[in-house]
């Protein structure tokens, strides 16, 4: 099994859907992260989360929302999102958000495109 | 604020060859980390060495060292004796001492030629 496993892999849905997307972490960790990876963009963090508590969200648009059941469960809600939107969704873990050394380890993502 | 320069869009290598992935850096913290990270076309991305601001030597894991030269603020990756399997994007990245402004790099593109 692998660490971090996320849920879609492949995601295409239209402007007016709904849809979640699932990020489950293997690993013992208490942090969680959600990045987006656009084409010939750098990686963009979105969402920490630290002991299922939200300790950063970078100016990300309320159309997306992201909930933390518990250490191991994070997911990205959608809702209206936009062409733009689509994008590489990767999810992140590791041992704890606020030590610099800590390394994270990345599932292989949810291609999403929005139509 | 942290930035992370790759001004090495893409490289070639032939097989068994070394080739190195060039990185900068800026940050005012004193303390920091810096990591080099693998995505290929399945999209996951593959952690591969990191350095602490304050390590003394260069890290390396297997295959991969890091060329870090903290006065000129570059953190270099060297893969020695290339793979057909090492073809993927490369990025570096940093983060803050208490974890935050985990910054990335825009990659590296390295092509391993037969």
């Known amino acids: 099994e692998t660490g971090v496993t996320q849920t879609p892999r492949h995601l295409v849905m239209g402007m007016t859907n709904k849809k979640s997307l699932k990020c489950e972490q293997h690993?013992?960790?208490?942090?969680m992260y959600w990045y987006k990876q656009s084409a010939k963009k750098p990686l963009e963090l979105m969402f920490v989360y630290s002991l299922e508590e939200r300790v950063e969200n970078n100016s990300v648009p309320s159309r997306f929302s992201p909930e933390c059941p518990n250490s191991s469960h994070l997911f990205l809600h959608l809702h209206t999102l936009q062409p733009e939107d689509s994008a590489l969704y990767l999810c992140?873990?590791?041992?704890?958000?606020?030590?610099?050394?800590?390394?994270?380890?990345f599932g292989a993502g949810t291609r999403l495109s929005v139509l | 604020a942290q930035k992370i320069t790759q001004t090495q869009p893409g490289m070639f290598v032939q097989e068994k060859e070394a080739v190195t992935l060039d990185c900068t850096y800026d940050t005012s913290d004193p303390s920091y980390g810096l990591f080099w990270y693998k995505q290929p076309s399945s999209g996951e991305m593959i952690f591969l060495i990191y350095q602490g601001s304050y390590d003394q030597q260069n890290a390396t894991e297997g295959r991969y060292s890091l060329n870090f030269q903290k006065a000129r603020k570059s953190a270099n990756l060297v893969i020695s004796a290339s793979q057909l399997g090492d073809s993927a994007m490369y990025f570096c990245?940093?983060?803050?001492?208490?974890?935050?402004?985990?910054?990335f790099g825009p990659g590296t593109r390295l092509s391993v030629l037969p």
């Open positions: 992140a873990s590791s041992q704890d958000s606020r030590q610099g050394g800590n390394i994270q380890y």
């Open positions: 990245a940093m983060r803050g001492p208490y974890g935050q402004n985990f910054v």
């Open positions: 690993l013992g960790h208490n942090a």
